[in-house]
């Protein structure tokens, strides 16, 4: 954030432990060295900023695909599970795992 490396720790340091609030100012700053969106910095929890990122990180056809996808998948009390339970097999089950559960809907 160009506040040199002590400087830069104790403040990074106290934003952490919430004993002192960034302001919006410096948020953009802090986002684009840690080479992050700013939502990221702003996300409720880990989870959440887990798919900010991921979001981030696709291109402009895959973000249209997930702005669509994640609200069904909300929505769908079925199809969410499903998808759930499919990513903890194992990565050589998966893919047909998956084609099953294309076939199926």
Known sequence: MGLGKEKGSSRINRYEHQVTAI???N?????????VPVAYLLADDAAM??????VSQA?????????ALIPMLVQD????????KLLQLPKRE????????????
């Not at 948020?27 to 080479?35: E, M, N, P, S, V």
């Not at 900023?49 to 991921?54: E, F, G, M, P």
């Not at 291109?59 to 702005?67: E, K, P």
């Not at 998966?94 to 809907?105: D, H, P």
């Open 23 to 25: 302001g919006f100012d």
């Open 94 to 105: 998966q893919a047909s795992a998956l084609k099953t559960l294309a076939e199926s809907a």
């Open 27 to 35: 948020l953009g700053t802090l986002a684009q060295a840690l080479d």
């Open 59 to 67: 291109n402009d056809a895959q973000r249209d695909a997930l702005a």
């Open 77 to 84: 009390d079925a199809l969410l599970p499903k998808l759930v």
């Open 49 to 54: 900023a887990d798919a900010i990122l991921a």
